[in-house]
């Protein structure tokens, strides 16, 4: 019951810029876009997260579009260690999204030497 | 970091026996998950509680329980292990924020295997 769709898998060298896009066509008003990361046997950790436009942290950058519909997770410069599932969602302040963190399958990123 | 823990983070058992997987977060947050994923899959949302003595299930059937007597605590507990049930739980928790979005964070896991 994921509400975002992303690719299933990418390939990526190191020293790229990595750019992974996902849909959320019925984002609701008040919803924020989160992206999180997860290495194999571990719990998935909080990367970035933004409402419209551009953020950027030490980790990454999102780009969201005026209309909100989709988003863009670009890393830049990959390493081998970036290599893991990233997980885009929908978090806000309503309370069907609160109380289900819907997860879909992620974006598989594999980075190569 | 996140103040969420997990015990044990490792747990191989025989079938049959009762097990409880602990789940504590030291950051006053209301909500709290758990969550089962097999190793490449999805996370499949099993239980989650909005609040002390609030629990509901989560959309993927489970024989697992859970309770919220206290705030900080939210255990999953199998009272009959089996080998069906061997999988990685991961328990998360989440606020929302004075600016209106919600920061959620996870645990390390639990890796359960049943033989």
């Known amino acids: 019951l994921a509400k975002t769709t992303q690719p299933i898998s990418m390939d990526s060298y190191e020293g790229q810029e990595v750019n992974i896009t996902c849909s959320h066509n019925?984002?609701?008003?008040?919803?924020?876009i989160t992206w999180y990361q997860q290495f194999p046997s571990q719990g998935p950790r909080f990367i970035i997260q933004?409402?419209?436009t551009k953020v950027t942290n030490e980790v990454a950058s999102l780009f969201i579009p005026a209309d909100r519909k989709s988003s863009t997770l670009s890393l830049p410069r990959v390493s081998l260690s970036d290599t893991a599932v990233y997980y885009c969602?929908?978090?806000?302040?309503?309370?069907?999204?609160?109380?289900?963190?819907?997860f879909g399958r992620g974006t598989q990123l594999t980075v190569w030497p | 970091e996140a103040d969420i823990y997990q015990t044990p983070r490792y747990l191989v058992i025989g079938t049959g026996k009762k097990i409880t997987l602990e789940c504590s977060q030291t950051?006053?947050?209301?909500?709290m998950y758990w969550y089962q994923q097999d190793p490449g899959m999805e996370l499949h949302l099993i239980h989650y509680?909005?609040?002390?003595?609030?629990?509901e299930k989560g959309d993927l059937s489970s024989e697992s329980t859970v309770s919220r007597i206290r705030t900080e605590h939210f255990p999953l507990t199998l009272e009959s292990a089996r080998p069906s049930h061997t999988s990685q739980y991961l328990c998360?928790?989440?606020?929302?924020?004075?600016?209106?979005?919600?920061?959620?964070?996870f645990g390390q896991g639990t890796r359960l295997t049943v033989v």
């Open positions: 998360a928790s989440s606020a929302l924020k004075k600016q209106g979005n919600t920061e959620a964070f």
């Open positions: 019925n984002i609701a008003t008040n919803d924020y």
């Open positions: 933004g409402y419209k």
């Open positions: 969602l929908e978090l806000g302040r309503g309370g069907s999204t609160l109380g289900r963190l819907y």
């Open positions: 950051m006053g947050h209301d909500k």
């Open positions: 509680s909005y609040g002390v003595n609030s629990t």
